[in-house]
């Protein structure tokens, strides 16, 4: 059974929840209503937000999570220590969906800090979410050529 933790959010999850919940204002979500925000914490300190980005060729759009990991990619971070989620919903939390938990699992087992608009939170680390996941260790096995 998934290890489930609830409660009171110390200061730098409490950042990092209100950084996510601040990158869902500029959600563009014109089809589903539905405003998801995202931030990463990097290894030394940063965090990188991300909405979701709808597309009216549906399957082109993207999530929380992938953009607020492709920004922080894209300027050179790779190490990561959490992971926030937050959105309008009510009275729920919002778990990442599979393609989320996939991309965040190629940069780490991280804790997810999945949030409800009081700020409440609920953590599951990323091998909760994706046990028995895939990931670079298996195409090393296979003898594919090494990544950077
Ligand atoms: O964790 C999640 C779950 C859903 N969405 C987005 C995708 C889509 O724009 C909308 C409805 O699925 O919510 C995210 O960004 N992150
Ligand atoms: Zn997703």
Redesign the pocket.
Known sequence: MANLKTGEADDWIKSLIQESNKAKEFSY?PY?Q?Q?G?ALLTEDGKIFSGC?V?NACFYL?L???RNAINKAVSEGYRKFKAIA?S?NLEDRV????GA?RQVIREFGDIPVFMTKVDGSYTMMTLEELLPLSWGAEYLEELDFPKTV
Not at 94 to 97: E, H, V
């Open positions: 979500c589903s539905l998801v995202s979701n709808e759009g999530c929380a999570e989620v959105s919002i778990p990442p969906c989320c």
